[in-house]
């Protein structure tokens, strides 16, 4: 629908060179935060350090690649963090039975699609705003998962599980190679396939969309149950670090979620977004974390930073969007 390249390129290559210059001003940004950080604190440039800040930035990569197609949609999914968490204690529950790994992930994977689904069939058909959809199925799934454990945690996840999502492959850890896959596949979903441009075309002008034959409702969904699916992976990639799952997991995800797509160029008006941008979004506030750490400074310092830079996202994407 937009930008259109060659499709003799491998789709690796096309990924990666397909940097637009709001992209290009992203990567500009986690330049720079770099560069001060490891001026103030020199163990930021370790490459121990800058591991550790992929690691670290892979939930909210996996977690925000799922809210960018929502947020195109122009919809929001506030939901992605109880969604998690339901997620998170169905799987390990049947790890810690017994139930093998495969069918443990295919559940929880499965929770994702089922909540994903309620979302999207309430925003599609019952002509229900998405951040009252969501914000309703936030406190609704939080609840599901407190009541499915009783509030406790669920402990003894089991090794096989653990070495799978907290592993590495030469030396790269696995959830990073798990979500650069994810990004990838989000990436020619979005830019070769109909169901990106009908992504585009329905959070650009839904009307217009209408009238070209686009599938208003099923669009919607799939975004939907998309960003569910994920909200789960990241919940898999949690418990494997961890080893245990709570039903209190993903507290204010969509926070950094939506900061990271903000971050990225995407538009809480719809119609707009980068994968390449998103990815860069949430490897700057794992940065911005991790090199705030290093210098001491309190957590909830680092909340307002969050805070900070989605309003001065949205102030951009205003003056942006003026401009055009």
Not at 79 to 94: D, H, K, Q, R, Y
Not at 282 to 288: F, K, V, Y
């Amino acid at each position: 629908m937009s930008d259109t390249i060659e499709n003799t390129a491998a789709p690796a290559t096309r990924f990666v060179g397909s940097l637009s210059v709001r992209d290009a001003g992203t990567l500009i940004g986690l330049v720079a935060i770099v560069i001060i950080f490891g001026l103030l604190a020199p163990e930021f440039l370790s490459q121990r350090n800058l591991l550790n800040i992929l690691q670290q930035s892979s939930i909210n990569a996996c977690l925000a690649l799922g809210m960018t197609l929502v947020i195109i949609s122009g919809g929001i999914d506030l939901s992605v963090g109880p969604t998690a968490a339901i997620a998170a204690v169905i799987s390990a529950t049947l790890l810690v039975a017994g139930i093998p790994v495969p069918l443990a992930i295919l559940a929880g994977l499965g929770i994702g699609v089922l909540c994903g689904l309620v979302n999207g069939v309430l925003v599609a058909y019952a002509g229900l705003q998405p951040f009252i959809v969501t914000l309703g199925t936030l406190s609704t799934y939080r609840a599901i998962a407190l009541i499915y454990t009783g509030g406790n945690p669920v402990l003894g996840v089991p090794q096989g599980f653990r070495t799978l999502f907290n592993g590495s492959i030469a030396g790269i850890p696995n959830s990073v190679v798990m979500v650069a896959v994810v990004a990838l596949l989000a990436w020619v979903l979005l830019k070769k396939t109909p169901l990106g441009e009908y992504l585009l075309a329905v959070g650009g002008n839904e009307e217009a969309a209408y009238v070209a034959g686009v599938p208003i409702a099923m669009t919607k969904i799939t975004a939907y149950v998309i960003s569910g699916v994920l909200a789960a992976l990241a919940s898999m990639i949690l418990i494997g670090r961890l080893g245990a799952a709570e039903p209190i997991l993903g507290n204010l995800w969509e926070l950094d979620a939506i900061a990271a797509a903000a971050i990225g160029g995407a538009s809480l008006m719809g119609g707009k977004g980068s994968v390449i941008g998103t990815l860069l979004g949430a490897i700057i506030l794992g940065a911005m974390r991790n090199g705030l750490t290093l210098m001491n400074v309190q957590a909830f310092y680092q909340l307002l930073a969050t805070g900070l830079i989605i309003l001065v996202a949205m102030m951009i994407d205003r003056v942006t969007r003026g401009r055009g």
